[in-house]
T-cell receptor, first 114, second 110 residues
Framework: DAGVIQSPRHEVTEMGQEVTLRCKPISGHDYLFWYRQTMMRGLELLIYFNNNVPIDDSGMPEDRFSAKMPNASFSTLKIQPSEPRDSAVYFC????????????FGQGTRLTVV | GQQVMQIPQYQHVQEGEDFTTYCNSSTTLSNIQWYKQRPGGHPVFLIQLVKSGEVKKQKRLTFQFGEAKKNSSLHITATQTTDVGTYFC??????????WGLGTSLAVNP
């Protein structure tokens, strides 16, 4: 398995633009998590899905952030409009409901909003 | 809500010295997981502890879960430059949601 795949790896965009981050979880995993990591706030859980259904989006900072999971193999995190304070590394992770609840992380997307 | 506190925030050691990071909670934890994140990388799972007083070893790494299941530690014996990174503890709920500590960043002088 290729692991959790995120794209793009790096994104530089201007303030006010729409940004879409993409994630392909490990096949067969039924949990998908979106995290944001900054030096100031560490790892923050934004939202997570179980069987493609959003379970907890309390970590989504504002209405500018939205996430979807149209099927078991794809999820997106969208920021519209983007702001400089959204600059961070965004990680997607997946896990399986059975067995060890280890979370497998993607390589992350480094977002810079200028 | 439940929080997991991790100390120290930073640790700088000479290669060959030992290193320990601690994870504490005010409530009883069902489990504790440890992850390592290399600079520029992503968190990678190291281990999970679930039993009171549990001790597990991975080469030079020793993981402990407290008797009351409210604290945990990760000890590295004779650090190497390859140990550089940030070590996170996390508690996994039944819903697979992880509550994370802020991490301990380890720097190793060769």
């Amino acid at each position: 398995d290729a692991g959790v795949i995120q794209s793009p790896r790096h994104e530089v965009t201007e303030m006010g633009q729409e940004v879409t981050l993409r994630c392909k979880p490990i096949s067969g995993h039924d949990y998908l998590f979106w995290y944001r990591q900054t030096m100031m706030r560490g790892l923050e859980l934004l939202i997570y899905f179980n069987n493609n259904v959003p379970i907890d989006d309390s970590g989504m900072p504002e209405d500018r952030f939205s996430a979807k999971m149209p099927n078991a193999s794809f999820s997106t995190l969208k920021i519209q409009p983007s702001e400089p304070r959204d600059s961070a590394v965004y990680f997607c992770a997946s896990s399986h409901r059975k067995g060890n609840p280890e979370a497998f992380f993607g390589q992350g997307t480094r977002l810079t909003v200028v | 809500g439940q929080q997991v506190m991790q100390i120290p925030q930073y640790q700088h050691v000479q290669e060959g010295e030992d290193f320990t990071t601690y994870c504490n909670s005010s409530t009883t934890l069902s489990n504790i997981q440890w992850y390592k994140q290399r600079p520029g990388g992503h968190p990678v799972f190291l281990i999970q502890l679930v039993k009171s007083g549990e001790v597990k070893k991975q080469k030079r790494l020793t993981f402990q879960f407290g008797e009351a299941k409210k604290n945990s530690s990760l000890h590295i014996t004779a650090t190497q430059t390859t140990d550089v990174g940030t070590y996170f503890c996390a508690n996994a709920g039944n819903n697979r949601k992880l509550i994370w500590g802020l991490g301990t960043s380890l720097a190793v002088n060769p």
